[in-house]
Nanobody, 127 residues
């Protein structure tokens, strides 16, 4: 069983930055053995995959709309995954979720394949 708790969301002006954190607590297997991903859901839209990071952090992937602006990372000693978001735009406004997958996925992952989800954190970017 895995529990994920996101934090770090808030209100920021366009062009600003935020860093989201996802704290992981696991039983049975360690958090470092899960592939982690960030998703977001804007009002009236479906959930969108943003980024993936593999077990050791050696491989990352991003959706095109955030490439060059967002950076995913993980600190397995702290059981935490991060999403650094720079040059934020109003269209980045959404609830951001972290998720964990037990299988060794990489790249874009359909949300249906993720095994565990956090409760989400709101990011609002004003113009």
């Amino acid at each position: 069983q895995v529990q994920l708790v996101e934090s770090g969301g808030g209100l920021v002006q366009a062009g600003g930055s935020l860093r989201l954190s996802c704290s992981c607590t696991a039983s049975g297997r360690t958090c470092s053995s899960y592939v982690m991903a960030w998703f977001r859901q804007a009002p009236g839209k479906g959930r969108e995959w943003i980024s993936t990071i593999t077990y050791s952090g050696g491989t990352t992937a991003y959706t095109d709309s955030v490439k060059g602006r967002f950076t995913i990372s993980r600190d397995n000693a702290k059981h935490t995954v991060y999403l650094r978001m720079n040059t934020l735009k109003p269209e980045d406004t959404a609830v951001y979720y972290c998720a964990a997958a037990a299988r060794p996925y990489s790249g874009s992952i359909p949300d249906s394949l993720m095994d565990y989800w956090g409760q989400g954190t709101q990011v609002t970017v004003s113009s």
